[in-house]
Nanobody
């Protein structure tokens, strides 16, 4: 069992930066691929970024590539999402998730999900 708690969301202006963090419980954190997803009002959940269990591989969605960076610290059981040059279209609830595999892009492959943190970007 893995419990995930996101933090770091908030209200910012376009062009600002935010750093989201996800704290995981359990001793097996380093065996899971971790991912970030987001869901805007009235829209489907969208993949944002994923990182392999070791942290050696990452993949980010085209919509955020060059602006968002995912990282993890297995010693601290945390995964982070650094978001730069934020745009109003980045407004959403952001979720972190844990799943088995190396690089996991599809939501259904993730076993555990956090409650989400709201990110609002004003223009």
């Amino acid at each position: 069992q893995v419990q995930l708690v996101e933090s770091g969301g908030g209200l910012v202006q376009a062009g600002d930066s935010l750093r989201l963090s996800c704290a995981a419980s359990g001793r097996t954190f380093s065996s899971y691929a971790m991912g970030w997803f987001r869901q805007a009002p009235g829209k489907e959940r969208e993949f944002v970024a994923t990182i392999s269990p070791s942290g050696g591989s990452t993949y980010v969605a085209d919509s955020v590539r060059g602006r968002f960076t995912i990282s993890r610290d297995n010693a601290k059981n945390t995964v982070n999402l650094q978001m730069n040059s934020l745009k109003p279209e980045d407004t959403a609830v952001y979720y972190c998730a844990a799943g088995r595999g190396h690089i996991v892009i599809t939501g259904p492959r993730y076993e555990y999900w956090g409650q989400g943190t709201q990110v609002t970007v004003s223009s």
